[in-house]
């Protein structure tokens, strides 16, 4: 058995004996470890927060943004252990429903309008917040599937995965995945994906995100083209004394188009997510666990 492997079996059984206040700060003490360890992530997280202020590198704002984005994703690593054992009711009863925005009063009916349409949702969310436990509410409601990468491990793998599948999420693996969820929609159930995640821009398709162009995979988008499934934006995150947040943006569906119209399409469709995306973030932006190069630039500036 590999060494990760048993310290992530001994941290779950731990978790699920400790009090969510303890397990917390626990939390958040080991992601600001990481956070100062962790040079060349630091190093990123600052260029990261520095963009989505709009201030330099080195201001104390972005500063103090960064170490909390850490500590907050300590939080969510440590609740992840403790997955098997939170309760769902606690969470819905600590859960505040900021849907509301003149055309919907919560969240269910934004689910409800993407699902009528009949060709299954895509539920994109992002390194945002809590997205388990968000996982875990929606499949109380509808079955969902979750699109998750693979770990080489694979009693590692067994274990994360499982504790996901335990809490009614059925697991899509990432590799090769595109005709699996087709098929999924194709039954007009839900699949969710965590979209944010930056390529080449020789890979993706081209998004205005925070007043700068980056480039994500077309991924999401062309399977909505290809199935008419919905997309709607959700994303559940933490707040003060054990309560919770959630939000869904109103769905959004793709138009029928010519094969030569489809990737003017999927630009569309991608840049609605990232624009749902830069809300979020800018109102909660230490929920945004983002410790990669996000902007071309970023690379290049990494490399000097």
């Not at 170490?67 to 907050?72: D, G, R, T």
């Not at 309008?113 to 060709?119: D, I, Q, V, Y």
Request: net charge positive.
């Amino acid at each position: 058995m590999s060494m990760l492997y048993v310290l992530a079996k001994g941290a779950t059984k731990l978790a699920g004996c400790t009090p969510s206040p303890l397990r917390h700060r626990l939390g958040k003490i080991a992601g600001i470890i990481c956070y100062w360890v962790w040079r060349s992530k630091r190093l990123m997280t600052l260029r990261n927060m520095a963009q989505v202020t709009g201030r330099p590198v080195g201001a104390a704002q972005v500063a103090c943004l960064a170490q909390a984005s850490w500590a907050n994703y300590g939080r969510y690593v440590a609740d992840f252990m403790a997955f098997p054992h939170q309760s769902l009711v606690d969470f819905a009863e600590h859960l505040i429903d900021l849907t509301a925005d003149g055309r919907a009063t919560q969240w269910r009916d934004y689910f409800q309008l993407a699902r009528k349409a009949g060709h299954g949702v895509i539920i994109a969310t992002a390194h945002f917040g809590n997205w388990d436990m968000a996982g875990a509410f929606i499949a109380r409601h509808a079955p969902l599937f979750a699109v998750a990468e693979t770990f080489s491990d694979r009693r590692l793998n067994a274990l994360v995965q499982g504790q996901r599948e335990e809490r009614g999420i059925a697991i899509i693996p990432m590799e090769r995945s595109a005709w699996r969820i087709l098929r999924v929609l194709q039954q007009n159930e839900i699949v969710a994906l965590v979209v944010d995640r930056p390529v080449a821009p020789n890979e993706g398709v081209a998004v205005n995100f925070f007043g700068r162009t980056t480039y994500v995979p077309s991924g999401p988008a062309m399977l909505a083209i290809k199935s008419g499934a919905a997309l709607l934006p959700g994303y559940v995150w933490y707040g003060e004394k054990q309560r919770w947040y959630g939000r869904f943006f109103a769905p959004i569906f793709p138009r029928a188009c010519t094969r030569q119209e489809q990737v003017q399409e999927a630009q569309r469709l991608t840049q609605y997510i990232y624009d749902c995306l830069e809300v979020m973030v800018r109102e909660w932006p230490t929920q945004w666990y983002m410790f990669r190069p996000f902007w071309p630039q970023q690379v290049e500036a990494g490399q000097r």
